[in-house]
Nanobody, 126 residues
Framework: QVQLVESGGGLVQAGGSLRLSCAASGGRTFSTYSMGWFRQAPGKEREFVAVISASGGSTYYADSVKGRFTISRDNAKNTVYLQMNSLKPEDTAVYYC??????????????????WGQGTQVTVSS
């Protein structure tokens, strides 16, 4: 069983930056998981933010964050990151990281993910 723990969230002013981390433990094959970030704002459905393939060779982003957010991973540290720059109030949400055991894909659908963290709150003030 894979445990995922997000960290790095907090309160930041519009235009600022945060880096989220997601540390994986309890698994034996982190390097074979594609890893995604999703977010959920109050009253809204959990939405795709970014995904990185198992090797780190491919990344995909939601249009709303493209050019501002960067997903990366360090398989040696069993950790995936989300660098968030130029933050906007509409980025305010709980951010979740997720692992997909199907390493052949880099899915944008939450239904394809097998393991989830409990989330970290990001609040962007103006």
């Amino acid at each position: 069983q894979v445990q995922l723990v997000e960290s790095g969230g907090g309160l930041v002013q519009a235009g600022g930056s945060l880096r989220l981390s997601c540390a994986a433990s309890g698994g034996r094959t982190f390097s074979t998981y594609s890893m995604g970030w999703f977010r959920q704002a109050p009253g809204k459905e959990r939405e795709f933010v970014a995904v990185i393939s198992a090797s780190g060779g491919s990344t995909y982003y939601a249009d709303s964050v493209k050019g501002r957010f960067t997903i990366s991973r360090d398989n040696a540290k069993n950790t995936v990151y989300l660098q968030m720059n130029s933050l906007k109030p509409e980025d305010t949400a709980v951010y979740y990281c997720a692992a997909d055991k199907n390493w052949l894909r880099a899915s944008m659908s939450r239904r394809d993910y097998d393991y989830w963290g409990q989330g970290t709150q990001v609040t962007v003030s103006s």
